[in-house]
């Protein structure tokens, strides 16, 4: 039997169990919200031939394994599958073949066509809103707090009309790809709570709409790009990254790995601290030489010098004799009292 079902919102529900396998039969199907639940399932593969599907939202389940199936989703503009257990490498998922977030032609070419008119739940620039209507040309991936791995794929540089992007708090590694540059519509970026490194691109300093970015914890280095947009960043956004500086975490980059990259200034005080120092122990040397040089001198040449330091030396040698001694005399005599006392005992 055929379902002509094009919408199924069950968001914050305390289902459980799986995805239904009878959506398979529903090919009209655009949105799918199950939100907010306790569904415990692996992704649904069988999702994967509805090429109407526009919207899919999973987020905050125990949904888990890798999202190995293909998808070619050419009208898809929403995913949001955060806050559960998937793992694998992003590279399995075809963002390629989402082709209204690459060529930026949705449904309509109309701004204010709205997709769905009813109540839809979605993080929006770092804030979970809930939307009345979404709008045809609103582009938004969410896969934060997951256990994704490996490198971001260059293919999210092709999202071209993506507006909202967050893979924050999974375990991705590498660097942040300079395709991200070509997402001149991303109004927010979500990086945070990786183990992305090297240097942030300069390209993202030219994307003119994005208002929100966390690149918080990770391992990113070096100088944060200069440009208008992203002056405009707090400390906050960079926070975690000890080797990263810049104007945004007041943090001079002369200060960073090294005399090499010392400003003028802070070379020349180095340099006087470091000859202070060297002097400082050349003096004590210096000192020590020169006084055992004047002992020297003095014993060669100075008879009665002669006799009187060996004399005191003599006079010195003879007390520590006499008190090692007497030392031991009292410990015989304490040891005589004590043997004297058990007898009468």
């Known amino acids: 039997m055929d379902c002509s079902l094009q919408y199924l919102d069950l968001n914050n529900n305390a289902l459980v169990g799986k995805i239904p ?31 109407l599907l526009r919207g899919l939202v999973l987020s905050s389940n125990k949904f888990h394994g890798e999202v190995t199936c293909h998808m070619s989703w050419p009208l898809l503009q929403i995913v949001d599958i ?3 257990n998937f ?38 620039k770092g804030v979970s809103r809930q939307m009345g209507k979404i709008w045809a040309d609103s582009g938004t991936i969410d896969l934060s707090c997951n256990n994704f791995r490996g490198g971001i794929p260059n293919a999210i540089g092709d999202l071209t009309s ?10 991705l590694n590498g660097s942040i790809p300079n395709s991200f540059g070509q997402l001149m519509n991303l109004e927010s970026l979500d990086l945070s709570g990786n183990r992305l490194t090297e240097l942030i691109p300069v390209e993202l300093a030219g994307l003119s709409f994005l208002s929100v970015l966390n690149l918080s914890y990770n391992k990113l280095v070096g100088e944060i790009p200069n440009g208008r947009q992203f002056q405009t960043f707090s ?3 960079f926070k975690g990254n000890p080797g990263l500086c810049g104007f945004n975490l007041d943090i001079s980059c002369s200060r960073i790995d090294g005399s090499d990259h010392l400003s003028p200034q802070e070379d020349e005080n180095g340099e006087e601290k470091s000859t202070e120092i060297e ?30 330091y060996f004399g005191k030396v003599e006079e010195v040698f003879e007390d520590i004799c006499d008190a090692r001694i007497r030392r031991k005399r009292r410990r015989r005599h304490a040891r005589r009292v004590v043997r004297n006392q058990l007898r009468r005992q």
């Not at 989402?98 to 929006?124: N, P, R």
């Not at 993506?162 to 375990?171: E, M, P, T």
């Not at 122990?281 to 210096?286: D, E, I």
């Open 21 to 51: 396998k009878s959506l398979e039969r529903c090919q009209w199907l655009q949105f799918l919200n199950v939100g907010n639940n306790n569904i415990n399932d692996t992704f649904p593969c069988m999702l994967s031939s509805k090429l």
């Open 279 to 308: 002097w400082e122990y050349v003096s004590a040397v210096l000192g020590y030489v020169v006084g055992l040089g004047i002992i020297a001198w003095l014993l060669l040449l100075s008879r009665s010098f002669r006799e009187k």
């Open 82 to 84: 955060s806050s559960n």
């Open 235 to 237: 400390a906050d956004s």
């Open 87 to 124: 793992s694998g490498f992003l590279e399995s998922i075809n963002f390629s073949s989402w082709s209204s977030m690459v060529s930026g032609q949705f449904l309509d070419d109309s701004y204010y066509y709205s997709l769905w008119s009813s109540d839809v739940t979605l993080t929006i």
């Open 162 to 171: 993506i507006r909202q992007l967050n893979f924050s708090h999974n375990a």
